[in-house]
């Protein structure tokens, strides 16, 4: 007893369509992880550049699989995002920083409250209006975003070459195709025939 099996459809990323809406989404949500990796290693004092890696390599995740294809403008938007993520990192460090000096002015009585998180993110133009508040806070964040670059720069080349050469789809489609009928075994159990013909060569019948 023998059937013909039923192929499986092998797809190549290059046949989905790109949904660029939520490609956006993905991007800007996943680049998330590079802001919070900006925040938790500028706390423990290290400089933050792996962030824009991170950042870049998880925005360019987020907008494959949401947008469900990744093109090379689908890479720079994913990129774009990385680098503003980064950027928000780098201001709310500066934010928290403005925070924890009103906590210490108000323990020493020079000033009367503590502003929230959110009044300190409004006061930070202003904090950095003063020079030597600003030359050290856009260093990091020039070193940072230049680290990032250096960081990330293999990753997208390699992401544009995945774009331009899709992988090896018609190999995977020719591995598929070189058994397409199953037979049964004397235990009943179904085994692969080759196409070279021996599908077509009868069972012997070891009743005899």
Request: hydrophobic residues 45%; aromatic residues 12%.
């Amino acid at each position: 007893m023998s059937f013909m099996a039923k192929q499986p459809k092998v797809l190549n990323s290059s046949d989905k369509n790109e949904n660029v809406l939520l490609g956006v989404i993905g991007a800007f949500l996943f680049s998330l992880a590079g802001a919070l990796c900006w925040i938790g290693l500028y706390y423990v004092n290290i400089l933050a550049g792996i962030s824009g890696f991170i950042g870049i390599s998880c925005a360019i995740l987020g907008y494959r699989l949401l947008g469900g294809k990744l093109t090379k403008k689908g890479v720079i938007i994913a990129v774009i995002f990385a680098f503003i993520s980064i950027a928000f990192g780098w201001y709310m460090c500066l934010t928290i920083d403005i925070h924890n000096a009103f906590e210490s002015w108000y323990e020493y009585g020079e000033v009367s409250r503590v502003p929230t998180l959110f009044e300190c993110f409004t006061l930070g133009p202003d904090f950095l209006k003063e020079p030597e508040i600003a030359r050290g806070y856009f260093k990091d964040l020039i070193i940072g975003m230049l680290l990032a670059i250096i960081g990330a720069i293999s990753y997208i080349i390699r992401s544009f070459k995945t774009i331009n050469n899709p992988g090896n789809v018609q190999t995977q489609q020719q591995s598929v195709s070189q058994f397409d009928s199953f037979d049964y075994d004397e235990n009943g159990m179904p085994k692969r025939i080759e196409n070279d013909g021996a599908k077509d060569v009868p069972h012997e019948d070891q009743s005899e």
